[in-house]
């Protein structure tokens, strides 16, 4: 019989019930026991959304933006691209959501794509004008109705990030065209997880800021799996992503250091096991889906 003093939640996105799981900082985490959701405690609280859209809206880009303008995520924005271009064999209309300063962008159009983005943060939209001309817009899924289809949305780091990230997958399929492509990267939860804990059982708890990554949900291949297929998409394909470079951990030492060099050896022991078991095991920190919106290709 159950534990009736147990404390519990109810999945924003199945109803069932959810229980404590994991705790990083002040966050805590409860874990869905029917679809396995991972999701952040009082995401459901009264002003939540609100203080979430004033934060993108009006202080990400001075408390982040460093991390996209350092450079180092180039090599994530080229491997997204030529994923999709080997899926869709043309550089059409793409809409990348949380798209920031646009960097990912200005790849895709110098590859020849007819390429948008959308993003909360006014002054990484204000950056993207100024850099990249006129192909960013203010705002979210939510609010945009473009009137027209695209071959590709991208979403890369973004899902995790949302009030509602199932909600954004039923918008991202209502922008695409029959047989579009839908490109997503996020944290590879299960894999944070494990390090959270394995940082932990070495009294590593004040690095974990710096490798482990947790935002609303922390997200698995079977929850997106499900969730993508749930919204009609088809050939769902999950793989470990590439990591992003490492310029954004030269300032740190010691440490770090350490830490930075255990970051390689589990991406190399992930790649091989991903190899090994023909895509099963999928351990490394990132995870790369790709899915079609149901339909002709033409
Ligand atoms: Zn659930």
């Given at each position: 019989?159950?534990?009736?003093?147990?404390?519990?939640?109810?999945?924003?996105?199945?109803?069932?019930?959810?229980?404590?799981?994991?705790?990083?900082?002040?966050?805590?985490?409860?874990?869905?026991?029917?679809?396995?959701?991972?999701?952040?405690?009082?995401?459901?609280?009264?002003?939540?959304?609100?203080?979430?859209?004033?934060?993108?809206?009006?202080?990400?880009?001075?408390?982040?933006?460093?991390?996209?303008?350092?450079?180092?995520?180039?090599?994530?924005?080229?491997?997204?691209?030529?994923?999709?271009?080997?899926?869709?064999?043309?550089r059409g209309r793409l809409?990348?959501?949380?798209?920031?300063?646009?960097?990912?962008?200005?790849?895709?159009?110098?590859?020849?794509?007819?390429?948008?983005?959308?993003?909360?943060?006014?002054?990484?939209?204000?950056?993207?004008?100024?850099?990249?001309?006129?192909?960013?817009?203010?705002?979210?899924?939510?609010?945009?109705?473009?009137?027209?289809?695209?071959?590709?949305?991208?979403?890369?780091?973004?899902?995790?990030?949302?009030?509602?990230?199932?909600?954004?997958?039923?918008?991202?399929?209502?922008?695409?065209?029959?047989?579009?492509?839908?490109?997503?990267?996020?944290?590879?939860?299960?894999?944070?997880?494990?390090?959270?804990?394995?940082?932990?059982?070495?009294?590593?708890?004040?690095?974990?800021?710096?490798?482990?990554?947790?935002?609303?949900?922390?997200?698995?291949?079977?929850?997106?799996?499900?969730?993508?297929?749930?919204?009609?998409?088809?050939?769902?394909?999950?793989?470990?992503?590439?990591?992003?470079?490492?310029?954004?951990?030269?300032?740190?030492?010691?440490?770090?250091?350490?830490?930075?060099?255990?970051?390689?050896?589990?991406?190399?022991?992930a790649k091989s096991a991903e190899r090994l078991?023909?895509?099963?095991?999928?351990?490394?920190?990132?995870?790369?889906?790709?899915?079609?919106?149901?339909?002709?290709?033409?």
């Open positions: 019989m159950m534990n009736q003093s147990v404390e519990s939640r109810r999945c924003p996105y199945c109803l069932e019930q959810a229980f404590p799981g994991l705790a990083a900082g002040r966050r805590r985490f409860f874990h869905c026991s029917s679809c396995r959701l991972v999701f952040r405690d009082g995401l459901d609280a009264p002003e939540a959304a609100a203080e979430e859209r004033r934060y993108y809206e009006d202080e990400y880009y001075r408390e982040l933006a460093w991390d996209q303008l350092e450079g180092y995520r180039d090599g994530i924005y080229r491997e997204a691209l030529d994923r999709i271009e080997g899926q869709e064999g043309r809409l990348d959501v949380g798209c920031g300063c646009g960097l990912f962008l200005r790849e895709a159009l110098k590859r020849g794509w007819d390429a948008k983005g959308i993003d909360p943060s006014r002054e990484s939209i204000e950056y993207l004008h100024a850099t990249i001309g006129d192909a960013g817009i203010q705002g979210t899924l939510e609010d945009f109705d473009p009137g027209t289809r695209y071959d590709a949305v991208t979403m890369i780091n973004v899902l995790d990030h949302l009030a509602e990230p199932w909600k954004d997958a039923t918008r991202a399929a209502s922008l695409l065209r029959d047989g579009g492509v839908l490109y997503v990267r996020v944290p590879n939860g299960p894999f944070h997880m494990a390090l959270c804990r394995l940082l932990a059982s070495c009294g590593l708890n004040g690095s974990t800021g710096r490798v482990v990554v947790f935002h609303n949900y922390v997200l698995s291949a079977a929850w997106l799996t499900r969730v993508l297929s749930d919204r009609g998409f088809s050939r769902i394909e999950i793989r470990n992503a590439g990591l992003s470079g490492f310029s954004g951990y030269r300032r740190h030492t010691g440490r770090t250091k350490v830490l930075h060099a255990l970051r390689r050896a589990v991406w190399c022991g078991s023909a895509g099963r095991l999928l351990w490394g920190p990132s995870l790369e889906v790709t899915a079609r919106k149901a339909g002709k290709t033409g």
